[in-house]
């Protein structure tokens, strides 16, 4: 039996109808009409998953907009055959907020946490790449990952330079359009598997970088800083955490190389601007 089948069957859920909503830290599936079930990676620590549970039911009690956790006669995460994962509310709207909406959202989610009573990790901007770049060493070209070695201490050096402009607190860490949904026409935050304590700015980074780096239009971006009421361009350390993004990006596609031609060659083009530290190269995403 399937992961997501044996973890669903713990709940009586097992003949539930699934549909792929997405691949990528986790797996997600629809199971049946009201419910999304994520599927953890192997390599998850149990702890980071009771961690988001947590997080999640702290986030929802105290009425911050996120989507909530399924209510079930069995404690989550559910666990079954070596593998885990978390039930939630099925909402549909992936991809129907506007950037108004999200930039609006974002702000309510950090008004909101100032007072949330819950243990929360430091944002770790560099741990993920640091971590690729130690399992990618033997599967790229010395050359390729010393560019990338060297990029990694010059970021390391600036962030220990910087400060940040917003007040710190709680972050969503995944902030981004993809991840808000629609409950009743009202944005809701998911992913909340890297809401963590750390600089507001950071949230921000992702909307900005993928409107200069994807050559998405500008208007978008706009109405986002306008609905939050602050344009992180215009921050000193923009740049800084422009590039703490852009080598996460790119380490993060270059673990799947090999699963399609377009991926190798886009990993190429991204070492390329890392190369010639181009500004203006524009990525494509997948």
């Known amino acids: 039996m399937p992961e997501r089948q044996?973890?669903?069957?713990?709940?009586?859920?097992?003949?539930?109808?699934?549909?792929l909503l997405r691949f990528g830290n986790n797996a997600v599936f629809r199971a049946g009409q009201r419910y999304v079930i994520r599927v953890a990676r192997p390599d998850t620590p149990i702890a980071?998953?009771?961690?988001?549970?947590?997080?999640?039911?702290?986030?929802?009690?105290?009425?911050v907009p996120v989507a909530r956790l399924a209510t079930l006669p069995v404690s989550q995460p559910l666990t079954a055959n070596d593998a885990y994962g978390t039930l939630w509310e099925y909402l549909p709207g992936a991809g129907e907020a506007t950037y108004q909406q999200f930039g609006a959202l974002l702000r309510a989610f950090h008004a909101q946490t100032d007072t949330l009573a819950v243990q929360l990790p430091d944002w770790q901007p560099l741990?993920?790449?640091?971590?690729?770049?130690?399992?990618?060493?033997?599967?790229?070209?010395?050359e390729d990952i010393a560019l990338l070695e060297h990029w990694y201490e010059r970021i390391q050096d600036a962030l220990s330079q910087l400060e940040p402009a917003l007040p710190e607190g709680i972050i969503h860490g995944q902030?981004?359009?993809?991840?808000?949904?629609?409950?009743?026409?009202?944005?809701?935050?998911?992913?909340?598997?890297?809401?963590?304590?750390?600089?507001?700015?950071?949230?921000?980074?992702d909307t900005a970088v993928?409107?200069?780096?994807?050559?998405?239009?500008?208007?978008?971006?706009?109405?986002?800083?306008?609905?939050?009421?602050?344009?992180?361009?215009?921050?000193?350390?923009?740049?800084?955490?422009?590039?703490?993004?852009?080598l996460r990006a790119t380490t993060w596609l270059m673990q799947a190389r090999d699963h399609r031609p377009e991926i190798a060659d886009e990993v190429q083009g991204r070492l390329g601007t890392w190369r010639d530290d181009d500004p203006d190269a524009v990525w494509h995403g997948f």
């Open 6 to 19: 044996a973890l669903l069957a713990t709940v009586d859920m097992g003949d539930a109808g699934l549909e």
């Open 48 to 63: 980071h998953i009771r961690q988001e549970v947590e997080v999640a039911t702290a986030l929802a009690d105290q009425g």
């Open 127 to 142: 741990a993920s790449a640091r971590r690729r770049l130690d399992v990618l060493a033997g599967q790229y070209p010395p």
């Open 175 to 205: 902030a981004e359009i993809g991840n808000v949904l629609l409950r009743d026409g009202q944005p809701v935050f998911a992913d909340l598997e890297r809401v963590a304590h750390g600089w507001r700015e950071w949230d921000l980074i």
């Open 210 to 246: 993928t409107t200069l780096r994807f050559n998405q239009p500008r208007d978008r971006y706009q109405a986002f800083a306008a609905a939050y009421e602050y344009d992180v361009m215009v921050w000193p350390g923009f740049l800084t955490l422009r590039r703490v993004w852009e």
